[in-house]
């Protein structure tokens, strides 16, 4: 069993005994195809992908379904780039949640690569949740009138030629002063697809998820085994997760521009060998200019001294160990724009003619920076931490 594909207070191979688990770490799926953990008679399970415009709270949904956060949510869109699996395992089924980055019109190499990952990941799924912020209207004529915008339509007609069912999820509903004008809204939509349900939901207020349960469950087919270990919560190794941490801090702590001109990369990271000790992580967060370099770092390392602060609680919440995190700041000029240096930053896509999504074996072969070599050439340090 590799490093980082242990759950949380599990004992290390010959060391001592750890006290028992006291929440499960995002891990690596099995890789051989064959979960340990019997299947319940009845068992259901199948892929749901989470798709959308931007910003809609497809992230914030699949952590509150999940009940950890192990996807990046942030009040900025475009937060999320790449395709990630959550593993939701309930009594008698498990949906693999499939975030995927908001459908936009790209302009750069960057947001082309986040459309594609979006569009592929929701290609042969069993059910696509579309989801849709429910807008907040003034009044019951308003309620009437409202129709959904252009790109909003754009993001149906895609999703809605692959040809799988879609149910609408409305979402962010506890933002509405009044519920019932949802009503005539419903109806506007439910003219433009045969969607297989409608859903209103709040995932920050955890209303209506037992009603998408039920959507989700029925579209999950019969299955014999799990696609996934029951315990494992992503597809995604620990140090993918530790990066994607960062990144979301950046959107906490840094400009409004900025974050969409970072990356970040770890090199190196190094389990604890004790449930008690700290895990090593050493994180390279690389902008386009170097006029960036100085606003990541900030005054007397100010910045990036609170973003590894904030970044090591999530990391520790997440694994159950403590943390060292150790950030640079490197210049990788134009990245955004350059298919070459976004492969170098882990951003790759599979090679055309693969659907997804595909066998576990693959999704940890692919694992987003597993390969990256620990002596990889760190710049100048921009500051270490702790
Ligand atoms: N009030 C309210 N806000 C929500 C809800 N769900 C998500 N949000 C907020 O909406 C913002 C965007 O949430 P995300 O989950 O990052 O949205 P996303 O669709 O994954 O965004 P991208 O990855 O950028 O496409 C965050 O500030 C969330 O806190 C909700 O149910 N109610
Ligand atoms: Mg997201």
């Not at 019969?222 to 494992?232: Q, S």
Request: aromatic letters at 4%.
């Amino acid at each position: 069993m590799g490093d980082q594909h242990r759950r949380a207070g599990e004992a290390e191979p010959g060391g001592a005994a750890a006290p028992p688990p006291a929440s499960t770490s995002p891990t690596a799926p099995f890789v051989d195809g064959a979960p340990a953990a019997a299947a319940p008679a009845g068992l259901r399970a199948g892929f749901i992908a989470l798709c959308g415009r931007p910003n809609v709270g497809k992230s914030t949904l699949l952590n509150a379904l999940i009940g950890e956060p192990i996807a990046v949510a942030t009040a900025s869109p475009q937060t999320t780039r790449e395709r990630l699996l959550g593993i939701w395992t309930g009594d008698d089924f498990q949906a693999v949640l499939v975030d995927t980055p908001g459908i936009h019109r790209p302009r750069s190499a960057l947001n082309r690569f986040m459309v594609d990952q979006a569009l592929r990941a929701a290609k042969d799924v069993d059910l696509i949740l579309l989801l849709a912020e429910a807008p907040s209207l003034a009044d019951a004529a308003a309620a009437e009138a409202w129709e959904p915008g252009p790109m909003q339509r754009e993001v149906l007609e895609r999703l809605a030629g692959l040809a799988r069912p879609i149910a609408l999820v409305l979402t962010k509903v506890d933002q509405l002063a009044d519920p019932r004008l949802m009503i005539p809204l419903i109806a506007t939509w439910s003219q433009l697809h045969p969607f297989a349900a409608v859903v209103p939901v709040s995932a920050l207020q955890g209303h209506n998820l037992d009603r998408l349960v039920e959507v989700v469950r029925a579209h999950l087919p019969p299955a014999e085994a799990y696609l996934y270990d029951p315990d494992h919560l992503s597809d995604r190794q620990m140090r993918w997760h530790a990066a994607e941490i960062v990144r979301g801090q950046l959107f906490e702590h840094l400009g409004e521009e900025l974050p969409y001109s970072c990356a970040v990369t770890v090199g190196r990271y190094k389990e604890g060998r004790r449930s008690e000790a700290a895990d090593r992580i050493e994180a390279t967060i690389h902008v386009e200019r170097d006029s960036q370099k100085g606003m990541v770092i900030g005054k007397g390392g100010q910045t990036i001294r609170a973003i590894s602060t904030a970044a090591r609680a999530t990391i520790s919440r997440l694994t159950g160990r403590p943390c060292d995190l150790f950030l640079d700041v490197r210049v990788e000029k134009n990245w955004t724009r350059d298919p070459a240096a976004m492969e170098r930053l882990g951003y790759r896509n599979e090679p055309e003619g693969r659907s997804e999504p595909d066998g576990p074996a693959e999704l940890e072969a692919r694992g987003a920076l597993a390969a990256q070599d620990a002596s990889d050439g760190h710049d100048e340090p921009g500051e270490a931490q702790p």
